[in-house]
């Protein structure tokens, strides 16, 4: 089955053939548009120059993929952690499962075996790993027993809840309208699991902590107001206290001037005498 995941034709013919650029598009399924997110593998693969290969990547050097992942256009909103889960996927994918991806799910023998170990992998909390092994049930025949009842929701028939209905672009736009929907109710629920008058008992806390915020402003202000004057008050004071040092300089310079003046009259009145 051919998957139409990035809307573009040679990217998903890549993510149908190769098992670990379908993975590595889920890693990067995340805060970004999944069109973004299953269309950079094909890119990696462009900027690297060969096929993408899990003991291959895991043997570069950590910061050599994350400059490869943030090399404009970035391959994500957020290249240097994407980098750093795709070369902990590739080690795991390499060490555990021997360099084959399908190992993963091809030995599991029920589903809830085939989620614990997709689970496990770097990036896969507790949603993705269910719309993964939905994926694989709903689109690539991966249905080991009980597959449907550990992807609930998402392997749900028509849920049209997650990438595992997408099979082209109006099951992207139907789930994209389903995902809206979803949201705007759980919006609606949280309004209405509010307890009766909660809101109103909140008005006056909210009221009195912005009272407290306003007279601790005040206060503040105040003794702000309170500091600059006793500091215009001592620069005052000092500058006061320099001229009347000045002053007393000058005055004792004169002084002295004229005792000299009056000692230097005497000795030549001395002198005149004589």
Excluded at 77 to 90: I, N, W
Excluded at 136 to 146: D, I, M, S, Y
Excluded at 182 to 194: F, P, V, W
Excluded at 228 to 257: D, E, F, P, V
Aim: proline share 5%.
């Amino acid at each position: 089955m051919t998957l139409h995941l990035s809307q573009d034709a040679d990217a998903d013919a890549l993510l149908t053939r190769d098992p670990f650029a379908l993975l590595i598009g889920m890693v990067l399924d995340q805060q970004v548009p999944l069109e973004w997110a299953f269309a950079a593998p094909h890119e990696l693969q462009r900027r690297l120059g060969r096929p993408l290969d899990p003991a291959d990547i895991a043997a570069m050097d950590p910061e050599a993929l994350a400059s490869i992942f943030a090399a404009k256009p970035a391959l994500h909103r957020y290249p240097g952690s994407m980098a750093a889960r795709v070369h902990e996927l590739s080690r795991i994918v390499t060490e555990r499962y021997g360099g084959d991806v399908t190992n993963i799910w091809r030995h599991a023998v029920s589903g809830a075996e085939l989620f614990g170990r997709v689970k496990e992998l770097p990036g896969f909390g507790e949603q993705k790993s269910k719309i993964f092994v939905a994926l694989l049930g709903k689109q690539l025949g991966v249905r080991p027993e009980g597959w449907r009842q550990v992807s609930a929701p998402f392997g749900d028939v028509g849920s049209f809840r997650s990438v595992a209905d997408i099979t082209g672009p109006d099951t992207l736009l139907k789930v994209r309208t389903v995902k809206a929907e979803h949201k705007k109710m759980a919006g609606t629920a949280g309004k209405r699991s509010t307890p009766a008058g909660a809101a109103t008992k909140a008005a006056p806390a909210k009221k009195a902590a912005a009272k407290k915020a306003a007279a601790k402003k005040a206060v503040t202000k105040k003794a702000a107001a309170k500091k600059a004057a006793a500091k215009k008050a001592a620069a005052k004071k000092a500058l006061a206290t320099r001229s009347a040092g000045r002053a007393k300089s000058a005055g004792g310079t004169k002084t002295a001037t004229k005792a000299r003046a009056t000692t230097k009259k005497k000795a030549a009145g001395r002198a005149a005498t004589r």
